[in-house]
């Protein structure tokens, strides 16, 4: 045996550790932190309403009509990120492409419904009692399907530059965990908001 051998053990490298999921937690934490701001706004929302009851929505009409496209468009955009999710995780990525792209659509879709809405009830946020936590409420989870939106978008312009793939699917399933929170969110907003009244 050689000097060099015995001063260099014969031994296999050490394990490679196992990859940290920074983006996957850095979404969750911010789509926890999201929840946290609608699901408070919808409680101040709630409560301003029982304590207003016969003068909420005074001679205003919230439409049912657009409130349900709006949940059916984010419906479906949950199902297309989740076909995202199950394409890069089996390298098909032109599936993957057509999947992210379909969700962006679909997300800014919402995001004219919602402005449409906006323009079709009448409600006034100086004048209204109801206006303040309406716009609130509907306003946050506005803002948070744009940051879905972008994030959704980055995530695109990052696996059509090859970052993502069926060894590293992390980014594409940080923003799908975002997008189903917020699409999850509208729920309650959904049923509280437009058909409760």
Not at 13 to 38: H, N, V
Not at 117 to 128: C, E, K
Not at 167 to 184: E, K
Request: proline share 4%; glycine share 8%.
């Amino acid at each position: 045996m050689s000097l060099a051998e015995r001063l260099i053990p014969n031994e296999a490298p050490p394990a490679a550790l196992p990859r940290r999921r920074q983006l996957l937690f850095g979404a969750s934490f911010g789509a926890a932190g999201w929840a946290m701001l609608i699901l408070t706004l919808l409680g101040v929302y709630l409560a301003a309403r029982s304590g207003n009851r016969a003068l909420w929505l005074d001679g205003k009409t919230l439409q049912l009509t657009q409130p349900n496209v709006q949940l059916a468009t984010l419906i479906m955009s949950s199902f297309t990120i989740q076909w995202a999710v199950y394409s890069i995780a089996r390298d098909d990525r032109g599936h993957a492409y057509l999947a992210l792209g379909i969700t962006a659509m679909l997300g800014l879709a919402f995001l004219n419904q919602t402005w449409f809405l906006y323009s079709q009830t009448g409600i006034r946020l100086d004048a209204d009692k109801e206006g303040a936590v309406f716009y609130a409420l509907t306003g946050a989870h506005l803002a948070m399907v744009g940051c879905g939106v972008i994030f959704v978008a980055l995530m695109s312009i990052r696996a059509l530059g090859g970052s993502f793939s069926s060894r590293y699917p992390d980014g594409l399933s940080a923003a799908a965990l975002f997008w189903h929170v917020t699409v999850a969110l509208y729920t309650p907003i959904w049923l509280a908001v437009y058909i409760m009244k």
